[in-house]
């Protein structure tokens, strides 16, 4: 029975673990120059209605390094939820690929993308949320921790598609999960209450971002108004004006602190060039372990070993 990768939540805890151990095993062996190329014959379709660096490179240089192939269509390429019923795109698309990935706009096309069809379907990104962002957030987490034990993330900023699949790994792994964010752009209420719900993480929403990042292990941010957002941004700018990374609020953390962000960062905005740049900021590592989280999610769901 094909499995998708929608939510986080479409793991378990227990799968999760051992999709960033087969992370962490792919990673060592691109490292020492290794190849392994269980996915030869094998090809994937990325469907973008909104653009990406990294989302792109990261699929597209994986599935290269699997044996693979990636092929790009661009939002002119298919047009998706215009053109063309998604259900159609959805039942052709998978008789002539093994997996697609697709990173839109609207949540719902995602559903209807893999509920109709017949190969697994990996969410790149919605306005909704980013798993695979998060499933590399956690495994770079564990490379500089360790462990994952007593973890406490403070997110600073949106309420976002990132900060929903943030609270949804708090439903499947323990940690405590704050979130400081302005009146009006909290997370939504009903993915807050599911993962309170499952009884596993302490959840706080609060206004002072001084209180979440109080003896934080991780703090992290996001750009303030996210792609499809533009005509927002100068309104959440000044709503969020005082929401900034600076050396100055990472006083509150513990002493080994690190730093994250799902890029592209605004330099001086959510975060400060310091910040950005500091001893403690393995923002560039977490970058790059999208391209390996990733390629374990292939793995896992076409159900290949490696």
């Keep these: 029975m094909k499995r998708d990768f929608i939510h986080i939540t479409d793991f ?11 992370a962490a095993k792919v990673k060592r062996s691109i490292k020492n120059g290794e190849r392994f190329l269980p996915l030869r014959y094998k090809t994937m379709a990325m469907i973008f209605a909104k653009p990406s660096t990294r989302t792109r490179v990261s699929f597209e240089t994986g599935m290269e390094q699997l044996g693979g192939h990636a092929i790009f269509l ?4 298919i047009g998706i939820g215009k053109r063309e019923a998604i259900k159609d795109i959805a039942r052709v698309i998978s008789r002539y690929d093994d997996i697609i990935m697709a990173r839109l706009f609207d949540h719902e096309h995602i559903k209807e993308l893999a509920e109709y069809s017949s190969v697994p379907v990996i969410n790149g990104l919605t306005d909704f949320n980013h798993p695979c962002q ?4 956690i495994m770079t987490i564990q490379e500089h921790r360790g462990d994952l034990n007593d973890l406490k993330v403070a997110f600073i900023g949106d309420g976002n ?3 929903h699949s943030w609270i949804n790994l708090a439903a499947r792994l323990s940690m405590h999960f704050a979130i400081a964010t302005p009146e009006g752009f ?6 807050v209450k599911k993962a309170r719900e499952e ?8 206004r002072d971002p001084e209180e979440a990042v109080e003896d934080a292990d991780i703090i992290y941010t996001d750009v303030w108004a996210s792609m499809g957002e533009e005509d927002q941004a100068a309104e959440k700018k000044k709503k969020f004006q005082n929401y900034q990374i ?3 609020l990472l006083k509150r953390a513990k002493d080994n602190y690190y730093v994250m962000h799902c890029l592209p960062a605004h330099r001086g905005e959510e975060i400060t060039d310091k910040v950005m740049e500091s001893k403690r900021s393995i923002v560039f590592d977490e970058a790059e372990n ?7 999610i292939i793995l896992k769901l076409m159900e290949i070993e490696y």
């Design 246 to 248: 600076s050396k100055e």
């Design 186 to 191: 909290e997370p939504d209420t009903e993915v």
């Design 74 to 77: 661009g939002p002119n390429d």
């Design 12 to 22: 378990t805890g227990e799968e999760i673990h051992q999709t960033l151990n087969l």
């Design 199 to 206: 009884g596993l993480s302490k959840i706080d929403v609060v």
């Design 161 to 163: 598609n990132v900060a």
């Design 134 to 137: 998060i499933m590399a957030d």
């Design 290 to 296: 999208r391209m390996h989280a990733q390629k374990a």
